[in-house]
């Protein structure tokens, strides 16, 4: 990281210096909209070409074939990457909520986009900011770091101290975003129909609506300043959490200032002693109980870089409360006798319990029914073990993915639970990767009784 000198004046040549580490984003709606028919007219190119050198060797290739080629994926999720905004935010929520529905190809594409954006220039970046502050904005500051300390979908973040003292981690939102956020979501929706390949019957439309109204919700940085404030609030008596306070002061709808809390990222201590991962996994584990059972406000992004840890307090740091969601009671209560009939071995209140949340949906072939509720006990045993669970050690990842599968190519179980549950259903999913990622050794089924 790069920083600006720290004295009082400061100057603008660290911007124009720092101009070429960066892709600039793309912010009219024209623009965008043409970036997104050039994705699509490279594809239907190599796709014309592959097929036309297949027809030479004698061969006929099915049209899916030659569009989820790798270098396609390679070449959309290259392209979604450089859009930033909703065009790459929407193929994160589709690849976590459907991702087990689409094809591998389309699977490649949105898993890519998981992956950090490139940021802005130094140029952009200071026209952003002189847009959001005004002109003369550098003289509040004794030190901003012109290249960013992560940079994601929807905005940047950057380290900076002002003249009182303050030090600061400043989200700036990439120009355009808020504006094209409609239409990216429409463009990013043609692009998964062109594969032609998901399945009959899997409605979609819900599903992308509610992609657009959280992404209009998250591009809304006083809002975020607001939920980051209800979650500090509901958080400060714990003593292994710790999160940002916000600056009302900095903070406009594009840019979301907030004190800086140290540590890194949790997925970085995954070479550190057992102790220390068991203490962060455990840490995330017993947070996701209580965000949904106690606090029912939960942090729905399980983006490992959400989530820091400071060794020195010993102390969880929780990020990024764009997608901070309230958890209806009726929800919560709804887990609570799914996991609770799920514990007791009850194979038939579990079934009625996911019948009544939505996990299943009407009309399941009865061998499909049977394999879902099957693959929900399974991952409900950890919590039955009454001993620590060894996520380095458990075959359980691998006999999920064999159980799922099972349904692939099926045409008949498309179906998309309600939103709520995707959102939680993602969060679980999260912490589980990341406590296979530290290989922590947990006994879950105490951690799940003080809540259940």
């Avoid at 500090?232 to 709808?253: C, F, G, N, S």
């Avoid at 009865?366 to 929900?376: G, H, K, P, W, Y």
């Avoid at 990622?437 to 879950?444: M, S, W």
Wanted: proline share 6%.
């Amino acid at each position: 990281m790069t920083d600006t000198p720290d004295t009082d004046d400061l100057k603008t040549d660290e911007f124009m210096a720092d101009d070429t580490a960066g892709a600039p984003v793309p912010a009219g709606r024209l623009s965008r909209m043409a970036r997104f028919g050039g994705i699509a007219a490279g594809v239907a190119g190599a796709a014309l070409a592959q097929g036309a050198g297949e027809l030479a060797r004698g061969r006929r290739p099915a049209v899916q074939d030659l569009l989820l080629t790798p270098a396609n994926a390679r070449r959309v999720a290259d392209q979604l990457a450089n859009l930033r905004g909703a065009a790459m935010k929407v193929g994160q929520l589709v690849s976590m909520d459907t991702g087990d529905l689409l094809p591998p190809e389309l699977s490649e594409i949105f898993a890519r986009l998981r992956a950090d954006a490139r940021p802005m220039p130094g140029r952009q970046l200071k026209m952003v900011l002189s847009e959001a502050w005004g002109r003369g904005w550098l003289t509040q500051f004794s030190r901003f770091d012109v290249r960013p300390i992560a940079a994601a979908s929807i905005g940047q973040v950057h380290r900076a101290r002002t003249k009182d003292g303050r030090d600061l981690a400043i989200k700036i939102q990439y120009p355009g975003v808020a504006q094209s956020i409609d239409s990216d979501v429409d463009n990013v929706a043609k692009l998964i129909a062109l594969s032609g390949v998901l399945p009959d019957g899997l409605a979609l439309e819900p599903l992308l609506e509610e992609a657009k109204r959280q992404l209009h919700e998250e591009a809304d940085y006083i809002g975020e300043g607001a939920r980051l404030e209800l979650f500090a609030d509901a958080v400060a008596d714990e003593p292994d959490i710790v999160t940002p306070r916000l600056q009302a002061d900095l903070t406009t709808k594009t840019v979301l200032a907030m004190t800086f809390e140290a540590g890194k990222p949790v997925e970085k201590f995954d070479a550190v002693d057992q102790a220390t991962r068991d203490r962060i996994a455990g840490l995330v584990l017993d947070l996701l109980f209580k965000e949904l059972f106690t606090l029912r406000l939960m942090q729905t992004d399980p983006n490992f870089a959400n989530f820091f840890y400071d060794p020195a307090r010993e102390t969880l740091v929780l990020l990024d409360f764009g997608a901070a969601k309230a958890i209806p009671e009726q929800v919560a209560e709804q887990y609570r006798t799914f996991l609770r009939a799920g514990v007791a071995g009850d194979h038939e209140a579990l079934a009625r319990a996911a019948d009544d949340m939505g996990f299943l949906g009407p009309g399941l072939p009865s061998d499909v029914r049977a394999l879902l509720i099957e693959m929900m006990t399974m991952v409900i045993e950890p919590l039955r073990l009454g001993e620590p669970f060894d996520f380095a050690a458990s075959d359980l990842p691998m006999k999920m993915r064999d159980k799922g599968l099972a349904l692939q190519g099926r045409r008949d179980l498309a179906h998309v639970p309600p939103i709520d549950l995707l959102y939680i259903q993602r969060k679980i999913g999260g912490v589980f990767l990341l406590a296979s990622r530290l290989r922590a050794r947990l006994d879950i089924g105490a951690v799940a009784r003080r809540y259940l």
